[in-house]
């Protein structure tokens, strides 16, 4: 079975484990790559060679040093190499300027991370089903 690529762009290390344990615990099969900042994220997705993968989903976090989230989903849905690619948010904010914003800029989908460890493992679990079993994603290009 495949192993579906994610590019995990968050800063929290709390956050990265979580979401981490979350993505083994679920019945999705995946590879993390993690970015702790969004000048990380941009170097990953753009600094590459023509032939080298990219992911098959990105989760996004909005609060970013150097680079926020805004400013990164832009630049990815902005690139015909990396518009394709699913963007989910994945922040703790929940203001509607920040989903305004999001979905402006062509998000996928935007969701606030539970408080609840056991509701963020759901949404995980959730998320993963969405995209890797019920979506059908892009061919690689």
Same mark, same amino acid.
């Given at each position: 079975?495949?192993?579906?690529?994610?590019?995990?762009?968050?800063?929290?290390?709390?956050?990265?484990?979580?979401?981490?344990?979350?993505?083994?615990?679920?019945?999705?099969?995946?590879?993390?790559?993690?970015?702790?900042?969004?000048?990380?994220?941009?170097? +990953?997705?753009?600094?590459?060679?023509?032939? #080298?993968?990219?992911?098959?989903?990105?989760?996004? $976090? &909005? %609060?970013?040093?150097?680079?926020?989230?805004?400013?990164?989903?832009?630049?990815?849905?902005?690139?015909?190499?990396?518009?394709?690619?699913?963007?989910?948010?994945?922040?703790?904010?929940?203001?509607?300027?920040? +989903?305004?914003?999001?979905?402006?800029?062509? #998000?996928?989908?935007?969701?606030?991370?539970?408080? $609840? &460890? %056991?509701?963020?493992?759901?949404?995980?679990?959730?998320?993963?089903?969405?995209?890797?079993?019920?979506?059908?994603?892009?061919?690689?290009?």
């Amino acid at each position: 079975m495949k192993k579906n690529q994610i590019l995990l762009v968050e800063d929290n290390e709390g956050d990265i484990v979580l979401t981490s344990e979350a993505f083994e615990e679920c019945s999705c099969k995946a590879n993390i790559q993690v970015a702790r900042n969004g000048k990380e994220a941009i170097n +990953i997705l753009f600094d590459q060679n023509e032939d #080298a993968q990219l992911p098959d989903l990105i989760l996004l $976090d &909005i %609060n970013l040093p150097l680079l926020n989230g805004h400013e990164v989903l832009k630049k990815i849905k902005e690139n015909e190499r990396t518009r394709h690619i699913p963007v989910a948010i994945l922040t703790t904010s929940s203001a509607i300027s920040d +989903i305004n914003l999001t979905y402006e800029n062509y #998000a996928n989908c935007f969701i606030t991370k539970p408080a $609840d &460890i %056991n509701d963020f493992f759901e949404t995980i679990n959730a998320l993963s089903n969405y995209w890797f079993n019920i979506c059908k994603l892009p061919s690689k290009k």
